[in-house]
């Protein structure tokens, strides 16, 4: 993967956690920060993705959906119907 280098100003106590890090895992700092990018997107992500889902769940069925929902709620009724 190609990789960009920059500057970034960082606060000096996280900058030393991340040397720290970097020095406990034998790794460079800046796998460090790209495994922290990863996990900040991954995070910010899932999310996003969440509240899309519970955007979604709370907008009303449109007419086509709920002719699906009732159908399928009288189908499972009638499956079941008698078993408990």
Known sequence: M???K??????KPLFDRV???ARERGVPRSRVFNLALRSFFSQHDERELVARINAACNEPPD????KRLSAMS??????VEGQW
Not at 63 to 66: D, K, L, M, T
Not at 74 to 79: G, I
């Open 2 to 4: 190609a990789t960009v």
């Open 74 to 79: 009288h189908s499972f009724r009638h499956l």
């Open 63 to 66: 007419p086509e959906e709920e």
């Open 6 to 11: 920059t500057a970034v100003s960082v606060e």
């Open 19 to 21: 040397e720290e890090m």
